[in-house]
């Protein structure tokens, strides 16, 4: 039991900062533009955070990452998994 309570508490915390970091990284318009997409695509809103904190704390993109940027992203990211599944 007292596993399960510092692991998820461990979790809360990670997610604490995951957050934070998003919150620099991220317009509050790009931002909401996530929440929406999370509802329908959760798992792919995950991968896509952890790929834009990494990619902005090694500097390879310019910061905030606005709305306009993210829409760009998105429909990049989409446009090569449509690929992928196509040659698959």
Do not use: C, H, W, Y
């Not at 991968?47 to 829409?71: F, V, W």
């Amino acid at each position: 039991m007292a596993d399960e309570q510092s692991q998820s508490q461990r979790m809360a915390e990670l997610e604490g900062r995951k957050q934070s970091l998003l919150r620099q990284i991220l317009t509050p318009e790009a931002r909401e533009r996530l929440g929406r997409i999370r509802l329908v695509r959760a798992e792919f809103v995950e991968q896509l955070e952890l790929q834009l904190i990494q990619a902005a704390q090694s500097g390879r993109m310019q910061l905030p990452i606005t709305d306009a940027q993210l829409k760009e992203l998105l429909t990049k990211l989409q446009t090569q998994q449509r690929n992928t599944s196509l040659r698959g």
